[in-house]
């Protein structure tokens, strides 16, 4: 196991910057996801660390050594891709073992390896079959004990998931959090998936245009985002933002009246389970325009002082569209951010 330093990584692409002095430090065992949306420079990001690119400018440091100008093979690591990327050629068992017999392993301990890491994702009913005999799940979990077989000191996977239905997503997510876990190995995983993000990693990289936007733990990344961007990434209805003026040191919206951090243009942050139904008079009207029964619950998004708005209510309530409804937000959910950089501040909430 080894702990990952990325000392001021900046990578282009002719005129093109994807990567801007990225800093970034991940603990030993630790499991990283670095999320965003597409080109944002994630993958890239794991490319640097794997050896795949080579970075412009800065330094990749593994368990204290700097790697930076080293080959791929020569950085003790291992990486699992989205498209499985198992040999069709071989059986499971040979494919499990491929990464040691190349590396000159005795054949004890490639046998001891392979099956620890079969028992690990439950392949072992499987060993002595073809890829083309087993589902796309069993595949990716040949992936996976194929680059834990070898033991490597830091794991990189690049959106492993991502081909997989959803059900069977749901599925290895949960497997795979528990195999990381018992092997203790440091992950770095990438993913535009916040769901992914949220569920298995102990800290989540949000990435926008090569940048780090934010570091920290997925409950602090949901609940306290420091951009307006990340507190529309993460989160499922995103965080809605209302563009108000405040006057006075105070916002006002409907029956409510709201600290304000400062006079002038400021973005009121507000999730949409962080809101409560309220008769007439006591919060602020919602306009229905669309209701989705979800099962566990109802998503109505509605339009509020000129912005649209996604509300989470109980199951059982279904208003009509055209329908006015009353929102309060939840003591203490409010957030706040700068009209101009889209940085979070941080007033009294209400």
Known sequence: MAEIVIDGIRKAFGAVVALERVELRVADGEFLALLGPSGCGKTTLLRVIAGLESQSEGRVLIGGR?????????????????????????????????????????????????????????????????????????????????????????????????????????????????????????????????????????????????????????????????????????????????????????????ALTFPAPADGPIVLGLRGEDIEEVTAGAGFPLAVLVVEPMGSHTLVTGQVAGHRMRVVLPSERLPAPGEDIHLRPLPGRLRWMDAASGAAINPPNP
């Open 66 to 254: 700097d790697v930076s100008r080293l080959p791929p093979r020569a950085r003790g690591l291992a990486m699992v891709f989205q498209n499985y990327a198992v040999f069709p050629h071989m059986t499971v068992r040979d494919n499990v073992a491929f990464g040691l017999r190349m590396a000159g392993a005795e054949a004890a301990r490639t046998d001891r390896q392979v099956r620890r890491a079969s028992e690990l994702l439950h392949i072992e009913p499987y060993l002595d079959r073809y890829p083309s005999q087993l589902s796309g799940g069993q595949r990716q979990r040949v992936a996976v004990a194929r680059a834990l077989a070898v033991e490597p000191s830091v794991l990189l996977m690049d959106e492993p998931l991502s081909n997989l239905d959803a059900l069977l997503r749901l599925e290895m997510r949960a497997e795979l959090k528990s195999v990381l876990r018992a092997a203790g190995t440091t992950t770095i995983y990438v993913t535009h998936d916040q769901t992914e993000a949220m569920g298995l990693a102990d800290r989540i990289a949000v990435l926008q245009d090569g940048r780090i936007q934010q570091l920290d733990r997925p409950a602090t990344i949901y609940s306290h985002p420091a951009t307006r961007f990340v507190g529309g990434f993460v989160g499922s209805p995103p965080m809605n933002f209302l563009e108000l003026a405040a006057a006075g040191g105070a916002v006002r919206l409907g």
